[in-house]
Protein backbone atom coordinates (compact mmCIF):
# COMPACT_ATOMS: atom_id res chain seq x y z
CA UNK A 1 0.00 0.00 0.00
CA UNK A 2 1.18 3.57 -0.54
CA UNK A 3 1.22 5.58 2.09
CA UNK A 4 -0.28 9.04 1.78
CA UNK A 5 1.80 11.65 3.81
CA UNK A 6 0.05 14.34 6.32
CA UNK A 7 1.46 17.58 6.61
CA UNK A 8 3.77 16.92 9.73
CA UNK A 9 5.64 14.00 7.82
CA UNK A 10 5.92 16.41 5.14
CA UNK A 11 7.48 18.53 6.81
CA UNK A 12 9.85 16.54 8.59
CA UNK A 13 11.18 14.43 4.88
CA UNK A 14 11.36 18.53 3.80
CA UNK A 15 13.45 19.08 6.82
CA UNK A 16 15.69 15.70 5.72
CA UNK A 17 15.67 15.88 2.42
CA UNK A 18 17.10 20.36 3.31
CA UNK A 19 19.71 18.91 5.97
CA UNK A 20 20.98 15.84 3.90
CA UNK A 21 21.32 18.05 0.70
CA UNK A 22 23.29 21.16 2.79
CA UNK A 23 26.09 18.01 3.67
CA UNK A 24 26.20 16.53 -0.02
CA UNK A 25 27.42 19.94 -0.83
CA UNK A 26 29.71 20.05 1.87
CA UNK A 27 30.93 16.86 0.00
CA UNK A 28 32.58 18.55 -3.38
CA UNK A 29 35.40 19.74 -2.03
CA UNK A 30 36.19 16.59 -0.01
CA UNK A 31 36.34 14.51 -3.09
CA UNK A 32 40.10 14.42 -4.64
CA UNK A 33 42.12 12.39 -5.36
CA UNK A 34 43.69 10.44 -2.52
CA UNK A 35 40.68 9.98 -0.21
CA UNK A 36 39.36 6.97 0.60
CA UNK A 37 35.78 6.13 0.57
CA UNK A 38 36.03 4.68 3.91
CA UNK A 39 37.08 8.82 4.93
CA UNK A 40 33.94 9.94 3.04
CA UNK A 41 32.04 7.53 5.30
CA UNK A 42 33.27 8.83 8.12
CA UNK A 43 32.90 12.56 7.66
CA UNK A 44 29.06 12.01 6.49
CA UNK A 45 28.54 10.24 9.68
CA UNK A 46 29.49 12.99 11.58
CA UNK A 47 27.58 15.70 9.79
CA UNK A 48 24.43 13.50 10.18
CA UNK A 49 25.10 13.24 14.11
CA UNK A 50 25.62 17.45 14.06
CA UNK A 51 22.33 17.64 12.22
CA UNK A 52 20.57 15.80 14.06
CA UNK A 53 20.01 13.16 11.53
CA UNK A 54 19.51 9.32 11.45
CA UNK A 55 21.05 6.90 9.22
CA UNK A 56 18.76 4.67 8.08
CA UNK A 57 21.30 2.47 6.09
CA UNK A 58 23.37 1.55 9.21
CA UNK A 59 22.03 -1.29 10.72
CA UNK A 60 20.32 -2.23 7.20
CA UNK A 61 20.52 -6.02 7.25
CA UNK A 62 23.52 -5.72 8.88
CA UNK A 63 25.39 -3.30 6.72
CA UNK A 64 28.18 -1.39 9.08
CA UNK A 65 28.03 2.38 7.49
CA UNK A 66 26.23 5.17 6.93
CA UNK A 67 26.30 5.46 3.32
CA UNK A 68 27.33 3.47 0.25
CA UNK A 69 30.29 4.71 -1.76
CA UNK A 70 30.69 3.51 -5.53
CA UNK A 71 33.34 4.18 -7.82
CA UNK A 72 33.59 4.11 -11.72
CA UNK A 73 31.94 0.71 -12.85
CA UNK A 74 30.08 0.18 -9.28
CA UNK A 75 26.97 1.03 -9.59
CA UNK A 76 25.07 1.07 -6.62
CA UNK A 77 26.07 -0.21 -3.07
CA UNK A 78 29.47 0.33 -2.79
CA UNK A 79 30.95 -0.46 0.79
CA UNK A 80 33.35 2.03 2.02
CA UNK A 81 37.02 0.76 2.87
CA UNK A 82 40.08 2.16 4.10
CA UNK A 83 41.90 0.80 0.88
CA UNK A 84 39.51 1.87 -1.41
CA UNK A 85 41.22 5.57 -2.48
CA UNK A 86 39.92 7.69 -5.23
CA UNK A 87 41.86 8.71 -8.25
CA UNK A 88 42.03 11.38 -10.66
CA UNK A 89 40.06 10.35 -13.53
CA UNK A 90 37.24 8.67 -10.63
CA UNK A 91 33.66 8.91 -10.92
CA UNK A 92 31.90 8.35 -7.61
CA UNK A 93 28.94 7.84 -6.46
CA UNK A 94 27.50 8.71 -2.70
CA UNK A 95 24.24 7.24 -1.40
CA UNK A 96 22.55 8.46 1.67
CA UNK A 97 19.26 7.99 3.25
CA UNK A 98 18.57 9.15 6.81
CA UNK A 99 15.83 10.48 8.98
CA UNK A 100 14.45 13.82 10.87
CA UNK A 101 12.31 13.17 13.90
CA UNK A 102 11.25 9.53 12.07
CA UNK A 103 11.26 10.55 8.44
CA UNK A 104 13.09 10.01 5.78
CA UNK A 105 15.14 11.64 3.01
CA UNK A 106 17.33 9.58 0.28
CA UNK A 107 19.50 10.84 -2.38
CA UNK A 108 22.75 10.20 -4.30
CA UNK A 109 24.84 11.98 -6.38
CA UNK A 110 27.95 11.82 -8.67
CA UNK A 111 31.18 13.72 -7.92
CA UNK A 112 34.26 14.10 -10.43
CA UNK A 113 37.51 13.43 -9.08
CA UNK A 114 39.64 15.48 -10.97
CA UNK A 115 40.13 15.42 -14.62
CA UNK A 116 37.46 12.71 -15.97
CA UNK A 117 36.85 12.13 -19.62
CA UNK A 118 34.12 13.74 -21.96
CA UNK A 119 32.47 11.06 -22.50
CA UNK A 120 31.96 10.14 -19.00
CA UNK A 121 30.91 13.15 -17.75
CA UNK A 122 28.23 12.93 -20.69
CA UNK A 123 27.02 9.77 -19.28
CA UNK A 124 26.90 11.69 -16.09
CA UNK A 125 24.97 13.93 -17.60
CA UNK A 126 22.24 11.85 -19.18
CA UNK A 127 21.67 10.19 -15.83
CA UNK A 128 21.19 13.77 -14.36
CA UNK A 129 18.55 14.29 -17.15
CA UNK A 130 16.35 11.04 -16.95
CA UNK A 131 16.15 11.94 -13.58
CA UNK A 132 14.48 14.98 -14.39
CA UNK A 133 12.46 13.79 -16.85
CA UNK A 134 11.49 11.11 -13.81
CA UNK A 135 10.93 13.88 -11.76
CA UNK A 136 9.04 15.61 -14.82
CA UNK A 137 6.15 12.91 -14.62
CA UNK A 138 5.91 12.60 -10.90
CA UNK A 139 2.65 14.62 -10.43
CA UNK A 140 -0.80 13.62 -9.58
CA UNK A 141 -2.96 12.91 -12.59
CA UNK A 142 -0.35 10.57 -13.96
CA UNK A 143 0.36 6.37 -13.26
CA UNK A 144 3.63 5.36 -11.48
CA UNK A 145 5.16 3.87 -15.24
CA UNK A 146 4.76 7.12 -16.49
CA UNK A 147 7.99 8.14 -14.72
CA UNK A 148 9.54 4.70 -15.65
CA UNK A 149 9.06 5.12 -19.39
CA UNK A 150 10.29 8.37 -19.37
CA UNK A 151 13.87 7.85 -17.61
CA UNK A 152 14.11 4.49 -19.78
CA UNK A 153 13.44 6.62 -22.78
CA UNK A 154 15.94 9.40 -22.27
CA UNK A 155 18.67 6.78 -21.36
CA UNK A 156 18.34 4.70 -24.55
CA UNK A 157 17.50 7.79 -26.86
CA UNK A 158 21.21 8.68 -25.70
CA UNK A 159 22.76 5.09 -26.41
CA UNK A 160 23.40 4.16 -22.63
CA UNK A 161 22.11 1.44 -20.36
CA UNK A 162 19.20 0.89 -17.60
CA UNK A 163 19.89 -1.44 -15.04
CA UNK A 164 17.04 -3.83 -14.77
CA UNK A 165 17.67 -5.42 -11.19
CA UNK A 166 17.40 -2.53 -8.70
CA UNK A 167 14.96 0.29 -8.77
CA UNK A 168 13.64 3.38 -6.85
CA UNK A 169 11.15 2.78 -3.88
CA UNK A 170 8.53 4.77 -1.74
CA UNK A 171 10.07 6.41 1.67
CA UNK A 172 8.28 7.75 4.54
CA UNK A 173 8.99 6.45 7.78
CA UNK A 174 10.71 3.78 6.41
CA UNK A 175 13.58 3.85 4.13
CA UNK A 176 12.02 1.29 1.70
CA UNK A 177 8.04 1.65 1.27
CA UNK A 178 5.61 0.60 -1.13
CA UNK A 179 5.88 0.96 -4.53
CA UNK A 180 8.70 -0.24 -6.34
CA UNK A 181 9.57 2.17 -8.97
CA UNK A 182 11.02 0.58 -12.18
CA UNK A 183 13.86 2.64 -14.56
CA UNK A 184 12.18 1.45 -17.69
CA UNK A 185 8.83 0.21 -18.65
CA UNK A 186 5.88 1.23 -20.72
CA UNK A 187 3.87 4.72 -19.68
CA UNK A 188 0.21 4.63 -18.01
CA UNK A 189 0.58 1.45 -16.17
CA UNK A 190 0.67 1.06 -12.13
CA UNK A 191 -1.18 3.33 -9.50
CA UNK A 192 -2.53 6.27 -10.54
CA UNK A 193 -0.27 9.25 -8.65
CA UNK A 194 -2.13 10.99 -5.72
CA UNK A 195 -0.83 14.33 -3.71
CA UNK A 196 1.16 12.96 -0.44
CA UNK A 197 2.61 10.47 -2.33
CA UNK A 198 6.69 10.53 -1.84
CA UNK A 199 8.70 8.67 -3.84
CA UNK A 200 12.73 8.19 -4.00
CA UNK A 201 13.25 7.82 -8.02
CA UNK A 202 16.91 6.40 -8.91
CA UNK A 203 17.95 6.12 -12.40
CA UNK A 204 21.10 3.67 -12.96
CA UNK A 205 22.50 4.17 -16.18
CA UNK A 206 25.60 2.52 -17.72
CA UNK A 207 27.72 2.87 -20.48
CA UNK A 208 27.68 -0.38 -21.40
CA UNK A 209 25.29 -3.17 -21.09
CA UNK A 210 23.13 -2.72 -18.43
CA UNK A 211 23.85 -6.57 -16.96
CA UNK A 212 25.31 -6.25 -13.39
CA UNK A 213 26.14 -8.85 -10.51
CA UNK A 214 26.81 -8.28 -6.67
CA UNK A 215 29.88 -9.01 -5.34
CA UNK A 216 31.81 -11.02 -3.15
CA UNK A 217 30.74 -8.49 -0.39
CA UNK A 218 27.48 -9.21 -0.60
CA UNK A 219 26.65 -5.55 -1.44
CA UNK A 220 28.59 -3.76 -3.99
CA UNK A 221 26.37 -4.04 -7.58
CA UNK A 222 28.89 -3.74 -10.54
CA UNK A 223 28.10 -3.79 -14.63
CA UNK A 224 29.51 -7.26 -15.83
CA UNK A 225 31.31 -5.79 -19.10
CA UNK A 226 33.37 -3.23 -16.26
CA UNK A 227 31.54 -0.24 -18.13
CA UNK A 228 31.43 2.94 -16.14
CA UNK A 229 28.01 3.55 -14.11
CA UNK A 230 26.05 6.51 -12.82
CA UNK A 231 23.33 6.40 -10.18
CA UNK A 232 21.61 9.88 -8.77
CA UNK A 233 18.34 9.92 -6.78
CA UNK A 234 16.24 12.33 -5.12
CA UNK A 235 13.28 12.14 -2.74
CA UNK A 236 10.02 13.85 -4.55
CA UNK A 237 6.76 14.94 -3.06
CA UNK A 238 3.63 14.43 -5.64
CA UNK A 239 1.18 17.66 -4.90
CA UNK A 240 -1.55 18.96 -6.64
CA UNK A 241 0.88 21.33 -8.82
CA UNK A 242 4.43 20.56 -9.88
CA UNK A 243 6.24 17.79 -8.19
CA UNK A 244 8.58 18.81 -4.86
CA UNK A 245 12.29 17.76 -4.54
CA UNK A 246 12.76 17.51 -1.09
CA UNK A 247 16.18 16.67 -1.51
CA UNK A 248 17.38 20.03 -3.06
CA UNK A 249 18.12 23.15 -1.20
CA UNK A 250 15.32 25.74 -1.26
CA UNK A 251 13.85 28.52 1.05
CA UNK A 252 10.64 28.11 3.30
CA UNK A 253 11.95 24.35 4.53
Given at each position: M?T??NK???????R???????IFN?L????V????T??ID??V??????NGLL?KM?G?M???H????S?ND??V??V?HR?S??K?????KV????S??G?S????R??F??D????V???VAV????????I???R???Y????????Q??V??N??G???D?????????M??????L???VP???P?L?P??????E?M????HY??????????V???D??????V??????T?NE??V?T?LREG?
Open positions: IIKDAIYKMGAGQLLAGEIPLIPGISFEAFEKRLRDSKYGYKVSCVIEVHGPDVLNGDIVDVCAWKYADMAVFVGVKEERRLGQSSLEKGAQAAGNLTDISAAIKEEAGFVVRFAGHGIGKQHEDPEINYGGKGLKGMTFALPVTMGDVYVAKDGWTRTVTSMAVHEDTVLINPVLRI
